[in-house]
Nanobody, 115 residues
């Protein structure tokens, strides 16, 4: 069965950095685009970044130039490098894969940006 396990969240000061990881299993990782989403308290879940099977990327305007998504097909893992973090980046971050039109989500990892 499809499993996505996020890690790397935590508390960081404004301007700091974190790298999130999402370890995937249960499907042929290299054949699927992977995405990161986030959900802040009281807000809807929103797309943050996507990496295609060819390594192409796209980002939400709010994170362009600060976040970088990447994938390692040898490790079945997708990463989100987050730099210049702002308090408004505080949220639970989730990775997602769409397989046969079904969305699969990880359990999420909390990122808190605060001084």
């Amino acid at each position: 069965q499809v499993q996505l396990v996020e890690s790397g969240g935590g508390l960081v000061q404004p301007g700091g950095s974190l790298r999130l990881s999402c370890a995937a299993s249960g499907f042929t990782f290299r054949n699927y685009a992977m995405s990161w989403y986030r959900q802040a308290p009281g807000k809807e879940r929103e797309s943050v970044a996507t990496v295609t099977i060819f390594g192409g990327t796209n980002y939400a305007d709010s994170v362009k130039g600060r976040f970088t998504i990447s994938r390692d097909n040898a490790k079945d893992t997708v990463y989100l490098q987050m730099n210049s973090l702002k308090p408004e980046d505080t949220a639970v971050y989730y990775c997602k894969v769409v397989r046969f039109r079904i969305d699969y989500w990880g359990q999420g990892t909390q990122v808190t940006v605060s001084s």
